[in-house]
């Protein structure tokens, strides 16, 4: 019997081992610096959007490096001008490459920024709008695809195409 709970006793603080290294190794590090207040505020501040008719058209492609981010920004009675407005970009994998950007406005409502991705992935992009008395905040996840620009591993300049023929005759499942 003792063995019994012995055994079931290091099954339990293996499994728990496992899991706060499972945790620790995971945690993306995408939480609010705000948390209390953005929680607190969170009804607020999607009543007042929906009452102004505030509507953001975002681009929905991304790639490694640079990048041109506009955003158009609307309320019900037209172009939104005069905000400030930040993108916060942050990886996935860490808060290593997390990287923020301030967009200036182009035209009315429209608002823009050269945005530098330095790794292709998963991403999870924020957009900060801040025009008294309207504060809106768009959250989504996007993936940044490879960069079209030549690297170390690929000798044709850029162009898209194999980089190492395969030799199908040799596999079997590959043949056509």
């Known amino acids: 019997m003792k063995r019994l709970i012995g055994g079931l006793f290091a099954a339990f603080a293996l499994l728990i081992g496992a899991t706060i290294y499972i ?17 607190a505020n969170e009804f607020a501040e999607r009543e007042a959007e929906a009452r102004a ?22 309320i019900s009675s037209g172009p939104l001008r005069g905000a400030r407005v930040t993108l916060d970009a942050m990886r996935i994998e860490g808060p290593r ?11 009315p409502g429209a608002y823009a920024a050269d945005v530098f991705l330095p790794l292709p992935g998963q991403w999870t992009f924020s957009l900060s709008v801040d025009a008294d008395p309207l ?42």
């Open 23 to 39: 945790a620790y190794r995971s945690w993306d590090g995408l939480v609010d610096r705000r948390y209390s207040e953005a929680g």
């Open 53 to 74: 008719g505030f509507t953001a058209t975002l681009p929905d492609r991304y790639r490694a490096g640079e990048n041109r981010f506009r955003a158009v920004l609307s």
């Open 97 to 107: 490459n997390d990287r923020s950007f301030s967009l200036q406005e182009e035209a």
């Open 135 to 176: 504060h809106a905040r768009r959250r989504w996840t996007a993936v940044a695809q490879p960069s079209d620009a030549a690297g170390a591993f690929r000798g044709d300049g850029g162009r898209r195409g194999p980089l190492l023929p395969l030799p199908t005759d040799s596999l079997p499942w590959m043949r056509v």
